[in-house]
């Protein structure tokens, strides 16, 4: 499909051709049958009605390209969710080896009364 500007300018050159038409007439009334006033017209209208088509195509054009960006929204969206989990995960790993960093310090250190609270807090974070 054709995009949204040549769409548009399509249409507003259409518009434009209608309104010199009907200047045409308006300026040359006098000297037009009314034939050539009754074809003109139905030209100047056939435009106009042709214009409004395409206006109504390019907002068809806008609200496919919208739903397009949308649906890659909602896919960016689902990845950055997707990352998130990871991020959350890998912190849950490092804040539990961090605990077991903490418990294996305080059995070299020989702080036995500190190991059963590690523990504690080991299991705590695994779940």
Known sequence: MANQ???SNT???AVATAAVISNNI???FQSLSINEILTLNEQARSLL???RLLYELESI???DNVSKS???LKDATADIEAAIKTIKNVQKI???SAKVVVLAASILSENYA???GNVKDIISAVK
């Open 5 to 7: 500007y040549s769409l």
């Open 11 to 13: 249409a507003d050159v």
């Open 26 to 28: 308006h300026d040359n």
């Open 49 to 51: 009605v042709q214009a």
């Open 61 to 63: 054009e806008i609200s």
């Open 70 to 72: 949308l649906d890659a």
């Open 94 to 96: 490092i804040d539990i």
């Open 114 to 116: 500190a190991i059963p």
